[in-house]
């Protein structure tokens, strides 16, 4: 009797250890498909691009800032790093210049992007910071989840970055975030109220560039039907930079100037041509 109640438990109990996995997983929200941003054409959304973010630089790197929207203006490189394939980094990422997936489990959430950094990190388990953090571009991301729904469902990713690695910038107009690297990024991520295809990100900037920390709110399109291309930044990329100086590359396959009166390369390790 005893054999035959023990085999019964183990039929009984069978399906439901096994459906355990896919309940627990139901207690995490759905964030499939792929997400684009609304606007990546300046970190702050609510405000005009360019100048008009009136980022709140200390002098010293508002200085900075004019000094590489100049540059630009006449041709030049400026700050910003991804015209040569250099990394966007955190938080730039969060500008999701192609598209970005994301792929939730209990201890870890992926963020997958189809641009210059492809992949980060945020850990969910709980785990302390680090006593030393090797600096890196996507930096070293932890969250914890929190939920408002009556279901005991979570439903907001609430994430601090630190450990970062520069020089990074935050949009394409070149707002500078400090050399010393001790930016602190938090976000509180979640679908809007009000459409679930639409991912809001608050996100809060600590750093030393700053007078004072800056909040702003990203939002990103969901796609649930999406085909995933593949892109390549260094693919047919015409911009060519030696000594600090910007080129474009012809179609023909010569160097060009990017701006009026520019020198050519210094090319005193090439043989000099023969007359």
């Given at each position: 009797?005893?054999?035959?109640?023990?085999i019964?438990?183990?039929?009984?109990?069978?399906?439901?250890?096994?459906?355990?996995?896919?309940?627990?997983?139901?207690?995490?929200?759905d964030?499939?498909?792929?997400?684009t941003?609304?606007?990546?054409?300046?970190w702050?959304?609510?405000?005009?691009?360019?100048?008009?973010?009136?980022?709140?630089?200390?002098?010293?790197?508002?200085?900075?800032?004019?000094?590489?929207?100049?540059?630009?203006?006449?041709?030049g490189?400026?700050?910003?790093?991804?015209i040569?394939?250099?990394?966007?980094?955190?938080?730039?990422?969060?500008?999701v210049?192609?598209?970005?997936?994301f792929?939730?489990?209990?201890?870890?959430t992926?963020?997958?992007?189809?641009?210059?950094d492809?992949?980060?990190?945020?850990?969910?388990d709980?785990?302390?910071?680090?006593?030393?953090?090797a600096?890196?571009?996507?930096?070293y991301?932890?969250?914890?989840?929190?939920?408002?729904r009556?279901?005991?469902?979570?439903?907001?990713?609430?994430?601090?970055?630190?450990?970062?690695?520069?020089?990074?910038?935050?949009?394409?107009?070149?707002?500078?975030?400090?050399?010393?690297?001790?930016?602190?990024?938090?976000?509180?991520?979640?679908?809007?109220?009000?459409?679930?295809?639409?991912?809001?990100?608050?996100?809060t900037?600590?750093?030393?560039?700053?007078?004072?920390?800056?909040?702003?709110?990203?939002?990103?399109?969901?796609?649930?039907?999406?085909?995933?291309?593949?892109?390549?930044?260094?693919e047919?990329?015409?911009?060519?930079?030696i000594?600090?100086?910007?080129?474009?590359?012809?179609?023909?396959?010569y160097?060009?100037p990017?701006?009026?009166?520019?020198?050519?390369p210094d090319?005193?390790?090439?043989?000099?041509?023969?007359?």
């Open positions: 009797m005893t054999v035959r109640c023990t019964l438990s183990v039929i009984v109990m069978g399906p439901l250890v096994a459906a355990v996995p896919a309940m627990a997983q139901t207690q995490y929200p964030w499939s498909g792929q997400w941003d609304l606007d990546v054409s300046r702050d959304p609510s405000r005009p691009r360019n100048l008009g973010q009136k980022a709140p630089l200390i002098p010293e790197y508002q200085a900075m800032l004019d000094a590489a929207m100049a540059d630009r203006a006449k041709g490189r400026g700050n910003t790093p991804t040569s394939c250099g990394h966007t980094g955190m938080p730039r990422a969060m500008l210049y192609e598209a970005m997936e792929s939730v489990h209990p201890n870890i992926y963020l997958m992007f189809d641009f210059v492809p992949l980060r990190r945020i850990y969910t709980g785990r302390a910071w680090p006593s030393q953090l600096p890196t571009w996507m930096g991301s932890i969250g914890r989840w929190e939920g408002s009556a279901n005991g469902q979570y439903d907001t990713l609430v994430v601090e970055t630190r450990g970062f690695k520069g020089p990074r910038i935050l949009d394409g107009s070149g707002i500078p975030l400090h050399a010393n690297n001790q930016t602190v990024v938090k976000e509180r991520i979640a679908l809007d109220e009000k459409n679930a295809d639409v991912l809001r990100n608050e996100i900037l600590v750093d030393s560039a700053f007078t004072q920390p800056w909040t702003v709110t990203r939002s990103y399109k969901r796609n649930r039907n999406s085909v995933w291309g593949e892109y390549s930044c260094g047919n990329n015409e911009h060519v930079f000594q600090n100086e910007a080129y474009f590359l012809s179609a023909d396959g160097l060009m990017t701006r009026k009166d520019q020198p050519a090319t005193r390790y090439f043989n000099a041509p023969e007359k």
